[in-house]
Every structure is written in C-alpha cells, then in structure tokens.
C-alpha cells in the first residue's frame, strides 16, 4: 500500500466510519484529567508523566482492535517504515483528525520523530506556572502510551517520549519513537 | 451426493440471486452498505460463532442456530486448541513460496463451512455456518467490529479474558439473526 493511498483511507474512515464528538469535550476532559492527577499527586510531574503512559497504554491495547477492524487493514507492515506511515496517515488521522509529520529518521531505520503541527489535547492549555510544570510536565503523554500499547498488540516492542512540546515554549512538538524489538511468536519448546 | 446438492440448492435457489446480486456491484463501489450486510444475512444460517486470544484459549462460544453437535464446554476448550495448533502449523507450513501464510481461512464440509479470521493481533474469529455461504468473509469481519466496540471498548473488560458481555450478545444476535 502506497502512503499516498494509506492517507486515502486514514480519510475515508475518518469521514465515513467515525462517530464524531464535540472537540472541547475531547479537551476538557483531558485536561481535568491531567490537571487531577497534578492536584493528587502532588505536583510530582514524573509521576504524572508515567501515570498518563500507563492510562495511555491500556488504552492502545484496546484502541488497536478498532483501528484494525475499522481500517480493513490485513497486511503486516513490511518494515518500521510503513509502520510509521500507517501511525500517521491512517492512526491519528482516525482518532484525532491529525496528521504529524514524520521527520528525523534514524539512520538504521528504527527511530523517528513524530511532529505535531497541531494537537486537539493541548488547545487552551497554559502549563502552571510553578517553576517545575514547565520543565517536568509532558502535557499530552498519553499519546504515548497509546502507541506503545497498540504496536505492542502487533508484535512490536516500541519507546515513545515526548522531546519537545510547544507548552513549554519549544517550537515544535515533536514525540520520539524508537523500535525497540519485534515480539516474535513464542513457540513452544521442543519436547525432546 | 450430487442428488444432496441439487436439494441444498434447491431449497436455496431464492437466496442465490439475492446473494449473487450485489456482490459484483458491491465490490467496485464503496465498501456494502450496513443494509446491504444484513440483507446477505436474512436468509444466511450461521450456526455458531468462537472467538479464540491469541493463546489459543477460548475466549467466547455461542450457538445461533442448531445445526452442529452440542459440545460440553472442557470439549470446546480443545477444540479451540486443537485448532490453534492447527492453524500455526499451517501458517508455518505453506506450498508456496511466499513465506508469509495466514493460515487456514476456510474448512468446508458437507454439512457445515467454517471461515476463520486472524486479525494482525492474533486474535481468532470463527464462524460456522451452512454450507457453501459467500460473503462469509463479510460476516466475520463485521463480528470483528462487533467486537472492537462492545467488548474491547468495554473499560472493564479483561483482555485476554472470557467474554461475558450483554452488550456484545444482544449485537451479535441482531447482526445475525434480525429477524428473529
């Protein structure tokens, strides 16, 4: 599958094969959620940060059954390559209405950068100004968990982080994706 | 035996028209309509749907129509192993060249057909039903998003774990008996 017909159908399902709700709701509902766990546990942006990949990648474990049974796709990506165009044109194009630009390829080819020229989480949100937000807080990590968790159910073994973020000031926001190991099947051992 | 089939086809031969119908027109224009879907499935018997995890365990039996034997559940338990096992070996083993098989997709018989369906997170659909159903392959798919919606969007569902949902239950009978 080209990536110019991968971007056809990461359109088509999103018009066609979407339920659609309000965009603030998605934001708000974020946002309390963020802002909570800032309030919980304390101001301890670490711990916030993990507590959004981890809600993030129980999310990705489910949300990978939809993206395959919405988007037909039947066909393994032949490298980190295609798997990286298929995140951007088909995934977030069917769960965000975004398309981030892939940029920065390692050069064996198992990382890359995400850039998100636009990012429905973060509309309206200012980091508090407490001195360590700004430097400790990624806002929207559940992203990342989310694709940690779905590529996990298609047998890959991935790192994402967040490298920069434009609530803190950065230019760009831009996640870090790096391939860690394909999960092989797991056969079982020889009885004799 | 070919006086059996000419009487299946017979008893059939009002569905046949139906069926084969809208499938040219359906595979050159946008994907079927849900309409479309459910038309193929007033006069299609499945008699029996099973979702296996990718373990190999059974994961979720539910009969729709009688047709196929009664098993107790410690045998369906083996034959969804059975059949996982089945169905890795001839994923590894293929007579193409191409290395990379799915695997058996459809076992027929003379009473029954069954079409398989590994989605890419290992995750296995089987459906049952009367011999010689086309459009089996729709079916299966649509039981897939059944799925994705009702059991694993279900915040409280375990993955990897038996499917006892209401929810799921009452789309998948709507979806395959509607109008029943």
């Known amino acids: ?192 | 035996m070919a006086k059996k089939e000419q009487a299946s086809c017979s008893s059939t031969a009002n569905l046949q028209p139906t069926l084969s119908q809208p499938h040219p027109s359906a595979a050159s224009a946008a994907p079927a309509s849900p309409q479309a879907r459910f038309r193929y499935l007033a006069t299609m018997v499945v008699y029996a749907v099973l979702i296996l995890n990718k373990a190999g365990g059974l994961i979720y039996q539910r009969d729709f129509n009688p047709g196929l034997q009664k098993l107790s559940s410690n045998d369906y338990l083996i034959l969804a192993g059975t059949f996982h096992g089945v169905h890795a070996i001839t994923s590894q083993i293929s007579p193409t060249n191409d290395s990379a098989s799915s695997g058996l997709e459809v076992l027929e018989s003379e009473n029954f057909v069954m079409r398989c369906f590994q989605t890419l997170t290992g995750t296995k659909f089987l459906v049952f039903a009367e011999p010689r159903q086309p459009n089996l392959d729709v079916v299966v798919r649509r039981v897939y998003e059944l799925y994705a919606d009702y059991v694993m969007k279900n915040p409280f569902y375990q993955i990897e774990m038996p499917i006892r949902s209401e929810g799921f239950d009452r789309h998948l009978t709507s979806y395959i008996k509607p109008h029943q």
């Open chain 1, 1 to 192: 599958m080209s990536s110019t017909s991968r971007a056809r159908l990461g359109e088509e399902v999103w018009k066609l094969r979407t339920d659609k709700i309000n965009a603030e709701l998605v934001t708000l509902t974020y946002g309390s959620v963020v802002a909570q766990l800032c309030k919980d546990l304390d101001g301890d942006y670490a711990e916030v940060n993990k507590q959004l990949d981890k809600m993030g990648y129980n999310i990705g474990l489910r949300l990978i059954e939809d993206f395959l049974a919405k988007s037909n796709m039947q066909q393994k990506c032949a490298n980190f390559r295609d798997t990286a165009d298929v995140v951007s044109k088909v995934g977030f194009k069917m769960f965000l209405n975004i398309t981030p630009t892939i940029a920065n390829w390692s050069s064996d080819s198992k990382q890359f950068s995400l850039l998100f020229d636009e990012n429905p989480l973060a509309d309206f949100v200012e980091l508090p100004d407490d001195g360590k937000a700004q430097s400790e807080l990624w806002y929207s990590n559940m992203l990342c968990g989310v694709i940690r968790g779905a590529l996990e159910m298609v047998q890959m073994s991935v790192d994402a982080h967040f490298v920069s973020d434009v609530l803190r000031g950065n230019d760009t926001t831009e996640m870090r994706i790096s391939l860690i190991r394909y999960i092989e099947d797991e056969m079982p051992q020889d009885d004799e």
